[in-house]
């Protein structure tokens, strides 16, 4: 067989992946946009449900929960945004799955095994952390910012030429309100994901929980600068974004070493573990084992 054979045979399967890949993604889009669109028909209700942390705070001021429109479009373009993280929520699940059915092919019997319970995990972490960014957080950040208001005194007249208390109170835009709370939901969604990414590199070797447990400075710098960044400049969401994030890293490092610990009692009822590390004979037999299984 010659050279351009070989290059042949080579390309046909990459050119089959990269097919398969392309009807993967279509899947995803188009289950993606019938999501937006349901979400579209049904965004009144759900802005209204996203309303309810403001409407609480507002409520136990004794005002009223009114948003406002500045422009015309806000009230479309409010909709989209609604839409648009509504219909990424729904179809989340088929788009995992499509992923799962391109990847899982490749992957050692052993190495699906190992790889589904994160792909489980994942969406349920992300919807655990934006519950509690909007049923916790949320409603403290509003409480802080709307403590900012001034009220003057109504319906009373001014003596002589001084002048009357200024009334400075909260008149919110409706698209600002929608942007701040995604950004709560999606932050705190992301930053839940970090055990399950730490494990999942646990598990594959990247990262081991002695490691983790050395840059612990480090990572506390990190999370406080994310912290910074992600949150509006309030410090209780801050503080309490700290806590959250930097209890997830030490989730993580005990989740790691238990990881490593099933890991290398597996090693000693194979008889691969000889108290210090794998040999190249052992590495060898493993690989060939994972050969087999596949």
Same mark, same amino acid.
């Given at each position: 067989?010659?050279?351009?054979?070989?290059?042949?045979?080579?390309?046909?399967?990459?050119?089959?992946?990269?097919?398969?890949?392309?009807?993967?993604?279509?899947?995803?889009?188009?289950?993606?946009?019938?999501?937006?669109?349901?979400?579209?028909?049904?965004?009144?209700?759900?802005?209204?449900?996203?309303?309810?942390?403001?409407?609480?705070?507002?409520?136990?001021?004794?005002?009223?929960?009114?948003?406002?429109?500045?422009?015309?479009?806000?009230g479309f373009f409010v909709a989209i945004k609604?839409?648009?993280?509504?219909?990424?929520?729904?179809?989340?699940?088929?788009?995992?799955?499509?992923?799962?059915?391109?990847? =899982?092919? @490749? #992957?050692?019997?052993?190495? /699906?095994? !190992?790889?589904?319970?994160? *792909? %489980?995990?994942?969406?349920?972490?992300?919807?655990?952390?934006a519950a509690f960014a909007f049923y916790v957080?949320?409603?403290?950040?509003?409480?802080?910012?709307?403590?900012?208001?001034?009220?003057?005194?109504?319906?009373?007249?001014?003596?002589?030429?001084?002048?009357?208390?200024?009334?400075?109170?909260?008149?919110?835009?409706?698209?600002?309100?929608?942007?701040?709370?995604?950004?709560?939901?999606?932050?705190?969604?992301?930053?839940?994901?970090?055990?399950?990414?730490?494990?999942?590199?646990?598990?594959?070797?990247?990262?081991? =929980?002695? @490691? #983790?447990?050395?840059?612990? /400075?480090? !990572?506390?710098?990190?999370? *406080? %600068?994310?912290?910074?960044?992600?949150?509006?400049?309030?410090?209780?969401?801050?503080?309490?974004?700290?806590?959250?994030?930097?209890?997830?890293?030490?989730v993580s490092i005990f989740l790691v070493g238990?990881?490593?610990?099933?890991?290398?009692?597996?090693?000693?009822?194979?008889?691969?573990?000889?108290?210090?590390?794998?040999?190249?004979?052992?590495?060898?037999?493993?690989?060939?084992?994972?050969?087999?299984?596949?």
């Amino acid at each position: 067989m010659s050279h351009s054979d070989d290059i042949d045979d080579s390309a046909a399967p990459l050119i089959e992946h990269l097919a398969e890949l392309r009807t993967r993604l279509i899947h995803c889009v188009v289950a993606f946009l019938v999501g937006m669109v349901l979400c579209f028909t049904v965004a009144t209700p759900i802005f209204n449900f996203l309303t309810a942390p403001l409407c609480q705070v507002l409520g136990e001021r004794g005002q009223d929960c009114d948003l406002i429109f500045i422009s015309p479009q806000e009230g479309f373009f409010v909709a989209i945004k609604v839409s648009l993280l509504g219909g990424f929520i729904l179809a989340f699940p088929y788009i995992g799955l499509q992923m799962w059915r391109f990847v =899982a092919p @490749g #992957l050692y019997r052993t190495e /699906k095994n !190992a790889f589904l319970p994160f *792909l %489980v995990a994942s969406p349920f972490m992300f919807l655990l952390g934006a519950a509690f960014a909007f049923y916790v957080v949320t409603p403290l950040a509003y409480d802080f910012f709307l403590g900012f208001q001034q009220f003057g005194a109504e319906g009373q007249a001014v003596a002589g030429d001084e002048a009357a208390p200024l009334s400075v109170v909260f008149q919110g835009s409706a698209q600002e309100y929608l942007n701040l709370t995604i950004k709560f939901i999606v932050a705190f969604g992301l930053c839940f994901q970090l055990p399950v990414l730490l494990t999942l590199m646990g598990k594959a070797g990247l990262v081991s =929980a002695e @490691g #983790l447990g050395s840059v612990r /400075k480090y !990572a506390v710098v990190a999370i *406080l %600068v994310l912290a910074a960044l992600v949150t509006p400049p309030d410090v209780i969401t801050q503080i309490i974004l700290f806590v959250v994030v930097y209890g997830l890293y030490e989730v993580s490092i005990f989740l790691v070493g238990r990881v490593e610990k099933k890991r290398e009692a597996q090693l000693r009822a194979d008889g691969y573990y000889d108290d210090e590390e794998l040999d190249d004979e052992a590495m060898a037999d493993l690989a060939e084992d994972d050969d087999l299984q596949k």
